[in-house]
């Protein structure tokens, strides 16, 4: 017997708002996305002024972080990223076009070792993504160890 868990909308909600506050902290117009582990759209906040690109792109980012169980930054990384030229999984975007994304700005979520959704971040350069999705993902970890208690 296996137990899954499921992310809902009243975690998902304090994700976006930690990571629209150190988004606009940082001075970032930018879309958060946080989807559950089967990569559906949980919840999505477009800041004022953020691209229309980014709704579609923080999505696919959400999307292969919840199902490829990785930072989506990691596939690219020299020297072993698995999807640069050469290695295993090089081309591995070509095979859900438009859903899978393999540069910076999509962050699993993760509950006792279990993927149980994504987030994805999309307007920043790569540094800025990042510390949006590391603010996501510490309020996140509040969610989770407050429903423990």
């Known amino acids: ?4 868990l499921r992310i ?3 975690d998902a909600l304090p ?3 930690a990571g629209r506050a150190k988004a606009e902290e940082i001075g970032v117009r930018q879309t958060l996305c946080v989807c559950d582990d089967g990569g559906n759209l949980i919840a999505l906040h477009r800041l004022p002024g953020a691209r229309l690109t980014g709704v579609e792109i923080s999505i696919a980012k959400a999307f292969t972080a919840a199902g490829h169980e990785r930072a989506t930054h990691l596939f690219n990384e020299p020297p072993n990223g698995p999807a640069l030229p050469g290695n295993e999984a090089f081309g591995i975007s070509h095979m859900l076009p438009g ?3 393999t ?3 999509g962050f699993p979520l993760v509950v006792d070792g279990q993927i149980v959704g994504g987030v994805g971040i999309s307007g920043g ?3 800025q993504d990042k510390a949006v999705g590391a603010a996501m993902l510490a309020e996140f970890d509040a ?6 208690h």
Do not use: W
């Open 15 to 17: 994700v976006l708002a």
């Open 8 to 10: 809902t909308l009243d």
């Open 143 to 148: 969610v989770v160890a407050a429903a423990a």
């Open 103 to 105: 540069f910076v700005g």
């Open 99 to 101: 859903k899978f994304a």
């Open 1 to 4: 017997m296996h137990r899954i």
């Open 125 to 127: 350069n790569g540094e």
